[in-house]
C-alpha cells in the first residue's frame, strides 16, 4: 500500500479513528505528544504523560512489556499487540492494548491503544459467574450427599416415584426389603405392581389426591408378596422433569398394638393421630413438636421441615395473629375458636380455628390445637334472611381478609360490625385491630368517634 503523499492532517485523522489513545514516543521511550480520542481515558490524566518515560505511566507488571515493544524489531516482523494497564486515580486500574510501529529513521514511535476495559470487565464477569457456579454445584453436591445418607438410613421404607410414568426412580435399602426376592430391583418397575393387585386402585386414588391436593395423604396397602397391610403414605414435590411423589411405607408389625400400650402412650397415640392439628411451640412461639395432621395441613412431610421455625411464619397474616394468640395466652392463659388462616408450604391458605393454652414448669410452653374450617365453612348455609342475615355471615369472615373486600362498599353499619368484631378477637387493642383491619391507626380512632364508640374526652392514642 503505497501512502507516500498522505499529508500529517491525514495521518492524524487515521491514527485517531484506529485507536483510543495514540502516544507519539522519542527513541528513547519518552513521551512526545499524547491523542485520546475516546473520553472514557481522559481520567487518566494522559496529557500529563508529556516528558515523561512511557515506561513510568504504567503499573510494575507491565513494565517488562513497555520495554520489550520499545526495541527496535525487524521491519518484517509481525505487528504484536500487547496489554498494558495504567495506574487510575480512581483506584482501579485501566488495560489498554497498544501496538507500536516506527515512524521513520529519526527512531520516533508511534503507539496506538485500544481500551481493554469493557473486555476485563467481561472477563471478571465470566470469572465471578465461573465461581459462583462452581460454588452452586459444590453445594449441590453437599445437599446430594446429606440427602443420599438420610435416604439410606432411614428407619422407613420409601420410594421416589415420577408423577407423569409412575416408574420408581428411586427405593431406599429398606423398601427393597419389602420384596420377597431381593434379586427383583423396584427401580424402574411400575410402581402400583409394586402392590397387591387388591391394593391398587386404593394407591391409584392416593396418589390422584396427593397430587390434586399438594398435601400428605394415607391409606392402607399391601406389597406384592407380604403377608400383612402396611400404612402407605404419599406427598408430591416437583422437580425440573415434573412432578414425584414421596412414598413412605410403614409395615403393619412397627406400629404399636393399642392393646398392649399403656394409658400414658394411648394418650400419646391419640394426639399424634388426632383429627384435629396440634402444635407445641415455646414461650418464644417457636415450633417443639407437632402431629401428623398439622404436617398434612400444611404440606409438611416430616416434622425437621418445621422444627425450631415460628409458628407465625405459617400463619397468614404472620406477626398480627401472633401478636394477639401469644397477648390473650399470657393473659388469659387460654384461648378459644381463634378464626385465621393458614399459609400452606405451596403457598395457599387454609381457614382454620386455633384454640390454646399455657403450659407453665420450669419453662413455659403453648400448646395450639388447630382445626380445618373449610369443609364445614363450605357446608354452611344462612341462618337467617335479610339483614340480620347478613351480618351473621360476614362477622365470620372479620379477621379473614381485608375489609374492603368484604364490605364492598362503604356502609356505615358494615364498617361498625367489623370494626366491633376485630375488636374483640383483639382483647379491645386497638394497634393490633387496626393492623388486621388494614387501616392505619389514625384512620381507626376517627372511625371510633365517628361511630360513637369513644368518648369524646379521650385523647387520640390508640393502645
Not at 391398587?200 to 391409606?219: F, K
Not at 394409658?263 to 399424634?272: G, K, R, S, T
Not at 404472620?318 to 394477639?324: E, L, N, P, R, T
Request: hydrophobic share 45%; aromatic share 6%.
Amino acid at each position: 500500500m503505497n501512502l507516500e503523499n498522505l499529508s500529517t492532517d491525514t495521518l492524524a485523522q487515521l491514527v485517531s479513528v484506529s485507536s483510543d489513545i495514540a502516544l507519539v514516543l522519542s527513541q528513547e521511550g519518552v513521551v512526545e505528544d499524547v491523542s485520546v480520542r475516546k473520553t472514557e481515558l481522559l481520567a487518566l490524566g494522559c496529557q500529563a504523560w508529556i516528558g515523561k518515560p512511557w515506561v513510568q505511566t504504567t503499573t510494575s507488571d507491565s513494565r517488562a512489556k513497555v520495554e520489550s515493544m520499545l526495541k527496535p524489531g525487524k521491519a518484517s516482523e509481525e505487528l504484536r499487540w500487547r496489554q498494558v494497564n495504567h495506574p487510575s486515580p480512581q483506584g482501579s486500574d485501566v488495560p489498554v492494548q497498544y501496538a507500536v510501529i516506527s515512524l521513520g529513521a529519526d527512531g520516533r514511535l508511534l503507539a496506538l491503544g485500544r481500551d481493554m476495559e469493557a473486555m476485563a470487565l467481561l472477563q471478571r464477569r465470566l470469572i465471578e459467574t465461573q465461581q459462583s457456579i462452581e460454588r452452586d454445584y459444590l453445594r449441590l453436591r453437599h445437599v446430594e450427599a446429606k440427602f443420599r445418607t438420610l435416604f439410606e438410613t432411614s428407619n422407613e421404607a420409601v420410594l421416589v416415584v415420577d408423577g407423569s410414568s409412575y416408574r420408581v426412580l428411586d427405593a431406599n435399602a429398606n423398601a427393597q426389603l419389602f420384596t420377597k426376592d431381593s434379586s427383583k430391583k423396584l427401580v424402574g418397575r411400575d410402581v402400583y405392581e409394586c402392590f397387591e393387585p387388591a391394593a391398587r386402585e386404593d394407591l391409584q386414588s392416593l396418589l390422584r389426591m396427593a397430587h390434586a391436593t399438594g398435601r400428605v395423604e394415607m391409606c392402607r396397602a399391601r406389597f406384592a408378596g407380604a403377608s400383612l397391610d402396611c400404612s402407605v403414605s404419599a406427598s408430591v414435590f416437583r422437580q425440573e422433569s415434573g412432578p414425584q411423589f414421596l412414598v413412605r411405607l410403614l409395615a403393619q408389625d412397627a406400629v404399636p398394638a393399642l392393646r398392649a400400650a399403656s394409658p400414658q402412650n394411648l394418650f400419646a397415640q391419640a394426639l399424634e393421630q388426632s383429627p384435629d392439628g396440634f402444635v407445641l411451640t415455646d414461650r418464644a412461639g417457636r415450633i417443639q413438636s407437632a402431629n401428623a395432621e398439622f404436617l398434612s395441613m400444611l404440606g409438611a412431610t416430616a416434622l425437621s421441615q418445621l422444627f425450631g421455625q415460628p409458628l407465625e411464619n405459617w400463619l397468614l397474616r404472620g406477626g398480627v395473629d401472633w401478636g394477639v394468640l401469644q397477648t390473650n395466652l399470657r393473659s388469659q392463659a387460654m384461648v378459644k375458636e381463634f378464626a385465621t388462616e393458614l399459609r400452606q408450604m405451596a403457598g395457599s391458605p387454609m381457614a382454620v380455628e386455633i384454640s390454646a393454652l399455657s403450659l407453665a414448669g420450669d419453662e413455659t410452653f403453648y400448646a395450639f390445637y388447630v382445626r380445618d374450617v373449610v369443609r364445614r365453612r363450605a357446608q354452611e348455609t344462612p341462618a337467617a334472611t335479610g339483614m340480620a342475615g347478613s351480618i351473621a355471615e360476614l362477622s365470620h369472615l372479620v379477621g379473614r381478609m381485608p375489609m374492603k373486600d368484604i364490605v364492598g362498599e362503604t356502609i356505615d353499619m358494615i364498617e361498625k360490625m367489623c370494626i366491633q368484631s376485630a375488636l374483640e378477637l383483639t382483647g379491645n387493642n386497638r394497634a393490633s385491630a387496626a393492623e388486621m383491619l388494614g387501616l392505619s391507626r389514625q384512620s381507626l380512632y376517627v372511625k371510633l368517634r365517628r361511630f360513637g364508640m369513644v368518648s369524646e374526652s379521650e385523647p387520640a392514642i390508640l393502645n
